[in-house]
Each structure stands twice: as C-alpha cells, then as structure tokens.
T-cell receptor, first 112, second 112 residues
Framework: QQQVKQSPQSLIVQKGGISIINCAYE??????FPWYQQFPGKGPALLIA?????SEKKEGRFTISFNKSAKQFSLHIMDSQPGDSATYFC???????????FGTGTRLKVLA | DADVTQTPRNRITKTGKRIMLECSQT?????MYWYRQDPGLGLRLIYY???????NKGEISDGYSVSRQAQAKFSLSLESAIPNQTALYFC???????????FGPGTRLLVL
C-alpha cells in the first residue's frame, strides 16, 4: 500500500517531442505528489509538485496531470530538449509524515 | 545544491569495515534524511531526524546507524560494511512544515 509504481523505466524521445512518465499509488492518505529531476552526478531536485485538489498543474514546459479516482499522476514534458535528459522520480507524501515514498525512476534521453 | 554537502563523494571499502558518511547543511533546516539509491529501486529512506534529539528509522535501516551531532550535521555509519550496501547515498534536508526536500550531491560507495 505504500508503493508508488513508476513507468516506463527508460524513455527515448526526439527533440521537440512530448515525454510522458506515469505513476500510480494505492495509499489514499497521500496528499502531495512531487516530481524530482536528477542529472548525472547530482542529487535530485524538485521540479514540480501537485496536491489532489487540482487535476493539472503547469510550469513552463512541465505539466503534472492528476487523476484522483484512478490514483494516478503523470509528468508531461512538452517540446522536450536534450537538456531535459535526466532521471525523473515521482514521489508521494502523506500529510504530517514528511516522509516521501519514491517511484523507481525513469531515465529520459532526448535525442538532438 | 551547494547548501547541502556530503563527504566523501566517493569511497571504496572492504567487507567488514566500519565507515561513516557525513552530511552538513547551511540551509538552517531542522529536518535531515539519509537515502540510498539503487538502479531500478529508486530512493529508499534509511533514517530521518526532525531535530537533534529526534532520530527515526526509515524503511531500510538494518545495518546502518546515524548520529545527529548538531542541527547542521547528520552522519550515517555502516557498522560492518557488506557488498550489498554498495549504492549511491544521499542526504537531504527540509524545513519544518514544508514538503520540499533538498538533496546533497551524493556519496558513491563501493563495498568489496
């Protein structure tokens, strides 16, 4: 019940294309869903996050879509660029716990 | 994030040796965390501390111990290293009441 399932494990996209990474969860107590971006040799850094009271959040080329009834959320990267090549982790947090449950990560490669 | 530093950045050790990984932060956050990252498994929480006198086990604490020497310092020890502790280790911090975690650059540990 604590797991966050992430797919795909790896993704190759052409420059200018749309990258889509999906996550699913079981625990209905989760109420904060961030995406972290990790470049090689670096620690993860917060990219964008959403709470379940909205179905979509957009920041520049990055959008989170959230489906509360299906217990799924996804990251969309529009106009993907080679500089977006990184590993992306979804995560979930239950209010008051401050302990993330991370997905297994998606390695994205954007071809020039 | 330069505000969270980890030492060493790379370490090779032998089975049975005791080693310590150190984390320091200048962000003034009271919450600190230790994670390990393994390919295909994502980030898993080892220990976390919400203040100097508060230490809690995460999901994979066996074989590890921690020390919170000060608000800014949180150390992870492997009492008797074993090869399956070979991984990338990250320290993270967060401010009280805030969800965002800030990660250090990681320590790559190889146990022979």
């Amino acid at each position: 019940q604590q797991q966050v399932k992430q797919s795909p494990q790896s993704l190759i996209v052409q420059k200018g294309g749309i990258s889509i990474i999906n996550c699913a969860y079981e625990n209905t107590a989760f109420d904060y869903f961030p995406w972290y971006q990790q470049f090689p040799g670096k620690g993860p850094a917060l990219l964008i996050a959403i709470r379940p009271d909205v179905s979509e959040k957009k920041e520049g080329r990055f959008t989170i879509s959230f489906n509360k009834s299906a217990k799924q959320f996804s990251l969309h990267i529009m106009d993907s660029q080679p500089g977006d090549s990184a590993t992306y982790f979804c995560a979930a947090l239950a209010s008051g716990t401050y302990k993330y449950i991370f997905g297994t990560g998606t390695r994205l490669k954007v071809l020039a | 994030d330069a505000d969270v530093t980890q030492t060493p950045r790379n370490r090779i050790t032998k089975t049975g040796k005791r080693i310590m990984l150190e984390c320091s932060q200048t962000k003034g956050h009271d919450r600190m965390y230790w994670y390990r990252q393994d390919p295909g498994l994502g980030l898993r929480l080892i220990y976390y501390s919400f203040d100097v006198k508060d230490i809690n086990k995460g999901e994979i604490s066996d074989g590890y111990s921690v020390s919170r020497q000060a608000q800014a310092k949180f150390s992870l020890s492997l009492e008797s290293a074993i090869p399956n502790q070979t991984a990338l280790y990250f320290c993270a911090t967060s401010d009280s009441g805030r969800e965002t975690q800030y990660f250090g650059p990681g320590t790559r540990l190889l146990v022979l």
